[in-house]
């Protein structure tokens, strides 16, 4: 989109000659006021206008679309949107979500740790665990861990080639749920270790020297110091990180596990004619969850942002307000000239 | 060990022959130097000559090489175990730096805690205060450097000079025995500088024993008890501010001061 302000700026200053004499006018009336004291005029920008009314006329198309399309049959989308079995689902999504979200955290939080840590043993293990889990497909770790209690039926906890001091009785301990949520847990504490990792060196070394030189305890130097300031850095890269979890959960539905996607998929395939508004269900179901997370990411990073800057973001509220009085304030302004 | 009994009691500072080295690059090269109990020394020196690694030698920031640094009769960082030193644990060594003041040249204040926080985090942290006790003794400090009305807002929204000063309240919340100064005038707008030295003035005449690194001479000759030049990881030459400022004995001394003055 091109644009030449100097026409318009041109185009602006000439035609009203009459409202805005030049100072050196001679028949300029007496009660004008200087030129110094005059509102400036905001530049006129034509090729803004002509993009955003394109934009308008394919989102206007691509909604009637949407709507009107018998191919979505949006009557079929209503009736199964809350059904039972639906809401089954996503309830399994949002626990699946839950507990490997903590745990992966955790359990990134651990790793970075020994990331970072003064040990080569740690750190290698730390390494070595990263790049396995990253290098795995999540859906080959599902489908190892689903297939683990037949190659294992008991596992135990004790020395190796020594004697055991726990059994579990694998076939029973690992419901699909449990499957589930290790194999997420897994592959999410690996991104989450360089999240964390990645947060906790973007700390200033300096920090780092404070409170070590006030003699602060390590633990506190770590929990009061340090991490409240790595968690401005971390917490978008984690949120992005649980949006993909969110969506990674419905690849359960391979270990026999019915989420949301999985609940769309059996009713798809019991129902084939509705497959594309179940599909939509799923779509918007998806779509609300990644809102939710986003507006709380929002709200943490302002908390977290206290004294990193000046003056904290408004919330939209704010700054819905700040527009409408922005607005008022214009338009009596134009109403008065 | 004497670990405790120290606070509030202005320390005795040695150190015996310390050598540091990154690699092959030597930074000090044998640095013996004692701070009398309430004392002001200030070390004056081009860049490169090592006066900030030593002050950070003093507080166990940076382990010598060799040589070692004790403050009233203890040693900092290491034990002695029969003829030889061993490294003490970092819960230990981090008990010792809580008994030596810091104050760094960019402030190093803590973003996320307001003023008062900054002040009272330590002595909480170290057990020293409960946490009604360390917010009063940080107020009370904070008055004492001239920023009362400041306790509430965030380090970022205060002017460097007022965060230096923040950062002498939260070394003084220890109550240290000593306090190293590493140029804290350096990182300021020169009108801003002022402010800053008279908190330091302040403090040289209440009896603390202070280390300071700076580049302002004028500001030495006023306060200092004794002037420490040093240059290429030694020391040059020490004395009273008259004499090494004014009538220097070494000509690496008069060279420096020629250039600076």
Request: charged content about 15%.
């Given at each position: 989109m091109s644009e030449s302000p100097g026409v318009a700026v041109s185009a602006e200053q000439a035609p009203p000659a009459e409202a805005i004499p030049r100072?050196?006018?001679?028949?300029?009336?007496?009660d004008q006021k200087p030129l110094a004291a005059q509102r400036v005029l905001p530049i006129r920008r034509p090729g803004r206008w002509i993009a955003t009314a394109v934009v308008l006329v394919v989102v206007a198309q691509i909604i009637h679309g949407l709507a009107t399309?018998?191919?979505?049959?949006w009557d079929r989308f209503g009736y199964w949107f809350l059904r039972p079995t639906i809401l089954d689902g996503l309830l399994i999504t949002l626990e699946v979500t839950l507990y490997s979200a903590v745990l992966g955290l955790v359990g990134g939080i651990l790793l970075a740790l020994a990331r970072l840590s003064r040990s080569p043993v740690l750190r290698a293990v730390s390494w070595v665990y990263i790049w396995l889990f990253r290098s795995v497909p999540l859906i080959v770790v599902l489908l190892f861990l689903y297939n683990f209690s037949a190659l294992y039926a008991t596992l135990s906890l004790g020395i190796p080639f020594g004697p055991a001091f726990f059994t579990f009785d694998e076939s029973r301990l690992a419901t699909d749920m449990v499957v589930a949520v290790i194999g997420l847990s897994l592959n999410e504490a690996a991104y989450a270790a360089e999240v964390v990792r990645g947060g906790i060196l973007s700390v200033d070394q300096g920090q780092h020297e404070a409170a070590s030189a006030l003699g602060l305890p390590k633990r506190y130097q770590f929990a009061k110091i340090v991490f409240p300031q790595a968690l401005r850095s971390i917490t978008p890269n984690y949120v992005n990180q649980l949006i993909g979890l969110i969506k990674g959960t419905s690849l359960v539905f391979y270990v026999s596990l019915l989420d949301l996607f999985g609940s769309v998929q059996s009713m798809g395939s019991t129902y084939p004619g509705d497959i594309v508004p179940l599909l939509l269900v799923a779509t918007v179901w998806y779509l609300i969850l990644t809102s939710v997370v986003s507006v709380v990411q929002f709200y943490v990073e302002r908390y977290y942002a206290r004294g990193a800057t000046r003056t904290l973001p408004p919330t939209p509220l704010q700054k819905l307000r700040a527009g409408v009085t922005d607005l008022r304030a214009r338009i009596r302004k134009e109403a008065a000239v | 060990m004497t670990a405790g009994t120290l606070d509030d009691t202005a320390a005795t500072v040695e150190v015996h022959d310390v050598h540091k080295w990154y690699g092959a690059h030597r930074v000090l090269n044998g640095v013996d130097l004692t701070v009398r109990p309430g004392e002001v020394t200030v070390i004056l020196g081009?860049?490169?000559?090592g006066k900030s690694t030593l002050l950070r030698v003093i507080n166990h920031l940076e382990k010598p090489e060799i040589g070692h640094v004790s403050l009233n009769g203890e040693l900092i960082g290491v034990r002695r175990h029969g003829d030889r030193l061993k490294e003490l644990s970092e819960r230990v060594i981090l008990t010792q730096r809580s008994r030596i003041g810091f104050v760094f040249q960019n402030f190093?204040?803590?973003?996320?805690?307001t003023v008062l926080d900054n002040v009272a985090a330590a002595p909480v942290a170290t057990g020293k205060l409960g946490k009604a006790q360390a917010l009063e003794l940080a107020r009370e400090l904070l008055g004492r450097v001239g920023l009362a009305d400041k306790v509430a807002a965030y380090p970022r929204q205060l002017s460097g000079g007022q965060q230096q000063r923040v950062a002498i309240a939260r070394a003084l919340a220890l109550r240290p025995g000593v306090i190293l100064f590493d140029?804290?005038?350096?990182?300021?707008?020169p009108e801003l500088v002022g402010e800053v030295l008279a908190v330091i003035k302040d403090l040289a005449g209440s009896g603390t024993t202070l280390v300071i690194v700076t580049h302002e001479i004028g500001f030495a000759r006023e306060i200092a008890d004794r002037v420490v030049f040093m240059d290429d990881g030694r020391i040059v030459e020490q004395g009273p501010p008259a004499e090494v400022l004014d009538h220097p004995k070494q000509e690496r001394t008069k060279d420096f001061l020629s250039k600076v003055l």
């Open positions: 100072p050196d006018d001679p028949a300029a009336p007496a399309n018998p191919f979505y049959q | 081009p860049s490169g000559s190093n204040l803590f973003p996320h805690l140029e804290p005038t350096s990182a300021l707008d």
